[in-house]
């Protein structure tokens, strides 16, 4: 069996069960941990404060006005290099071709030299929100292994798939099995990182959303 | 000015633009400056030590574009000779003096090969030692004389 | 050099045969093109090979379906290749020769006699080894036993086809046949691999013609397929790749992209990864070659293709498992199968959390009283 | 971090002397206790982008990398994935997570008491809408289990919870309550039997703003609503909360629920006072462990309500240009926003907003308990800066507030700062400027 056929094959399945145990395995292991009501009288009524959940989904994707001036920069840089990371993912022929294979369905991509361009300007975003994390005090300070290991994961991937695009380095199919390698240890690793918090974010801000809301406060 | 070129190289290779329409360095003109450059040392190599030496352009990826503009850059010279060996070969001598366009078809008239010689004449057009040598056999055969009479007629 | 005297140079039976020797350097011309090798190499090939012995080639078929010597002597018209290989060369093969039975046999090993350690053995097909290698047999000998037999006095083997290089289709899982690629079996030899399935009849006189020429085996790869023919990938140079690189693919063989000859990528094509000259070569003389028929490159120069996944299915998509793993249904499966065993991880890790939390909390409790 | 380690033992009280041991087994409890899906979804979902240390004016003022405030929780983190976390077994097997050790809890103690307000200005920040100030008021439960509440806010807590007063006074607050009724021409309702709204007052305002305690009676009397004060619950802070006791909080939050419940009340009106809202609003039921079967209502809101129902009126208060400071406890934590400011604008106040106003109020920097921490005062008064500035960019003359506390605080600063400001009662101007409404008392 060559690498490709082993990447794409076994690696690829194993990658995905592991994926699927671990997920499932972290949310519910924290999600069925005790809950208590809140007994104190909520100032709104609960469709107001479902209402506060779901618009904080929406609001906290840009941070609140009063603190643009010292965030906006960093948060412009994180969402950047993420849009760049969906639009690369999702609207790459090859990755539709992908992903429409597991789930039988496809929608129409884009160009591939637009795609190059913006993996390209996505690799190097991603050199520079390393660059943040090695050099701001703050974010040196919070970082461990999660967050270092968890980058060097998706940019292998992001890097080995412009290699393999622009047959850069190795034959193409020793490029794409590496990139299709280096998916399968994101999906591995996914469960067990930081990367969890795609699955995280809707719920986290709905939740605080709308516990905020519950107080009648702005969220 | 005043400085003597003593060496082919040393001529600069200049592109003269296409007289009308499109660019004349647009889509892949850089090649085709690279191409002329590379039969210019090619060329001072011929001179300086009689090596002759080919490119062949089915390796080289040329829109026909950049095809025109080598064959304007070459220009065409005065000789042109037509093989007919299992199809039909074209040699053709180009503007610079040393440089042959050579086209080899099959039977069927279909091209196999496409190169730029550079040589004083392009092997294929000269006839060789050992076929030389067998046609003069073959004549005098043909005329019923023996090697020692056609030597003793010399010498007399 | 004086080729008139000597009747056993190639030069000397193919004047014999009407061909001058312009007409030779010009096809060995066009042979280095094909080859991607120096432009001078051409002249110089024709040159050695005029004055070079009449080379001897016994061609051995075993495990195979004889597409390979079909693609061989189909190749265009009667040509020069024609005349040096089936007229000049060939020694034994028992598909094309006129003997059979004990004379072919003896033709054989007379061949493999006089010319030992200096004829070319080609070999088609793949080598079973299954029951006591009686899969294929040929006079009571199985084809193992032919093969050491016959590599003893070759200067070189070359496999021709996926077969003999790489086992094909007859190694394919469960390879019911035991076979093996001749690799496997004979390792103190030069091998050259030409795969394809077939080959392109290019490809493999070019090679023979270059070894005949230079007496040695050419540059090869990692798969020993000679890097002048198997050097790029078909992707790399189809002419439809400018359609992948702007993202224009046909998603069904008869929808407007199919049509409109966008990419066939995501139809299953091999191209990317198949190594061969097909896209430059073509097939039939330079006719067409699958990608331009509208079909995808089933990869079948490459080791294993057969046992790769689907030929329809893209090479980014998943391939595990049979037929029909990969689907969405199964797919869904294997999903659910897993998160029913993370929710019960999950439950079981918070219920342990949760016992120790409570346990500490009575501890709590005691502590207080 | 030998500082803190000193400093650590010199402000701890004689009853919290504990072994390391006892220490960490303490604080696990603690965290146990508190841990649930919610803390629990929190703590997984950080992402460790930094971006809440751009909300704390800790971090703001001093640029310390530390003042992050999700770093305040890093060793309750680090407990969570050891303990609790879906792959705890995995963590703990494969020693991927120390445990937390006392010396580690012990340099937490500055970062979580000394240098957070629980303001939630992170919690507004947070791209992953984690509210990190509930996690920093857990983690100092747990701290409180682990025997390292600051000694100022331990004493104050356990005298609270012992007498109902978190410190000594040379009289009881009920003698003082009535001296401030005296002094201050105004009738005290105390201890009547039944009332509809029990009053509560924070000790603030006893020790140091009595016309506050004045106006409060003033304004009810205006308004001629049945209420009472109780001797046996009449301070409305929470020390308990401060200090991260969670049963003495619920022990002092008890003193008030069972004096309301015998007057069968209908309303706890919380004073001018951030946390005590904090505490009795949006925390007491559950320490309670049923539903109040009263309502628990800020001063400022209760009065906005009384302003929209028409029973009260208000003049004109003449105070010219003006800024008020919203205090965290009640406008981002407490989602009381529009009161004072239709209070303000009935007293025809022409308002000039902070810059940074409203939710995104700067917090003062005293909340939290932070202002009865002496250590902590260099490192407030650096925090503050920020704040004072922004009160002096309004160029406002007249600065309001509605906490005692926050008050407290800004006084502090003035005479530290020598500030040419005074931070007023918004209730003490409103009391000054009742307009009769022909609803007789």
Redesign the interface.
Known sequence: ??L??FA???A??AA?????????????????????R????P?ASIGKFMAGGLK?VGT??W??P??IP??GA??AL?YSYHIGLFIVVLM????I??LG????F?WP???????TIVSVLTLTLFLAVLFRRLT?????????F??YFSWLVTALVLATGLAAVA?IGA???RL?AWH?LSVDLLLVWFP?G?L??AF??V???????A??SR????? | MARPVSRLAEIPVRIEPAAQGAEPCAGLGGGVAALLAELAALLAGLTDSGRPAAIDLRSLPMSPQDRGELERALGEGEVRATIQADGVSIVRETGISGVWWVEHRNARGELMAELLEVAHVPEILASSVDEVAAAARALQARLGLSHATMSARSET | MSIGNDELTVGYMLMKHGVSRRGFIKYCTAVASTMALPPWMGPAMAEQLRSAARPCVVYLSFQECTGCLESLTRSFAPTIEDLIFNTISLDYNDTLMAAAGEAAESARAKAMKDNFGKYVLVVDGSVPTGAGGAYCTAGGRTAVETLREAAKGAAAIVCVGSCAAFGGIAFADPNPTSAWPVSAIVEDKPIVNVSGCPPIPEVMTGTLLQFFSTGQVPDLDQHRRPKAFFGTTIHDRCYRRPFYDQGKFAKTFDDEGARNGWCLYELGCKGPTTYNACATLKWNGGVSFPIQSGHGCLGCAEPGFWDKGSFYSALSTPAWGKAGETAPHRVLELTAGAAAVGAVLGAASAGLSRLRQHEREVDEDRTRS | MSDSTSTFSAALAPEQAMTPEARVAGAMRGFAHELGALSAFRLESCIHCGICAEACHFYIATEDPQYTPVWKVEPFKQAYKREASPFAPLYRLLGLKREITAEQLARWQHLLFDSCNMCGRCSLICPMGIDVAALIEQARHAMFDAGLAPKELYQKAAHQRATGQPEPSSEPYRERLLAIGRQFGVEIPLDKSEAEILLCVPRTDIEHYPGAVAALARVMRHLGVSCTFRSDGLVAENYGYYAGGKQWQRDISLKLIEQALKVKAKILLVPECGHAYTALRWEAADLYGKPLPFAVRHVTEFLADELTAGRLKLSSAGAGKTTFHDPCQLVRKGGINDAPRALMQALGIELNELKNHGAFSFCCGGGGGVLDIERAAPLRYRTMENKLREIDETGAATFLTSCSDCRRTFDDAKSHFSWDKTPHSLLELVASNLVATGNPT
């Open positions: 069996m060559d490709l056929t794409r094959g076994p690829l399945k995905l069960v592991i994926f699927c145990v671990g997920v499932v395995w972290r949310i519910a292991g924290f999600a069925l941990l005790r809950l208590r809140d007994l104190n009288a100032r904080a906290r994707s941070p609140h009063e603190f010292r965030t960093g948060e994180g790459f022929g090859p990755h071709t992908f294979s597991l789930v039988g496809t991509g884009l160009p591939s030299s637009l795609i701001h005090p703050v974010l040196r300070m919070l970082s461990n999660d967050d047959h034959p193409y199919e794409l299709i067990f930081k969890m918090h995280y974010l719920p986290s801000r709905a939740i605080n959303g516990l905020l107080k009648g406060a702005i969220s």
